[in-house]
């Protein structure tokens, strides 16, 4: 069974870098072909997908979110995180982490963080 569990702060001052960790448990982020993600839901609004690291280390990013977002991986502790620079209040939002296999479809999800950015 495979499980994902965000971790991070809960209350992020605007301006500064949001930092998330996801750490996976019943399957490596090395094992061909997954892919693993971080979506968010803002109040009120639907899903959006922010960006994913393969198990090969390559990344990808939501075109609007290129310039703010890094993720990144430690395969010793199996855990990836997410980096969101500069919030403003616009980025509040339930931040999942989620595995997604190539040619599929998302199929296992964590149970989600709420990120707050207010001062």
């Known amino acids: 069974q495979v499980q994902l569990q965000e971790s991070g702060p809960g209350l992020v001052k605007p301006s500064q870098t949001l930092s998330l960790t996801c750490t996976v448990s019943?399957?490596?982020?090395?094992?061909?072909?997954?892919?693993w993600s971080w979506i968010r839901q803002p109040p009120g609004k639907g899903l959006e997908w922010m960006g994913a690291?393969?198990?090969?280390?390559?990344?990808y990013y939501r075109p609007s979110l290129t310039s703010r977002t890094s993720i990144s991986r430690d395969t010793s502790k199996n855990q990836f995180t997410l980096q969101l620079s500069s919030v403003t209040p616009e980025d509040t939002a339930v931040y999942y982490c989620?595995?997604?296999?190539?040619?599929?479809?998302?199929?296992?999800w964590g149970k989600g963080t709420l990120v707050t950015v207010s001062s």
């Open positions: 989620a595995r997604f296999e190539y040619g599929g479809s998302f199929d296992y």
């Open positions: 019943g399957d490596s982020i090395t094992t061909r072909y997954y892919y």
């Open positions: 690291i393969a198990y090969s280390g390559s990344t």
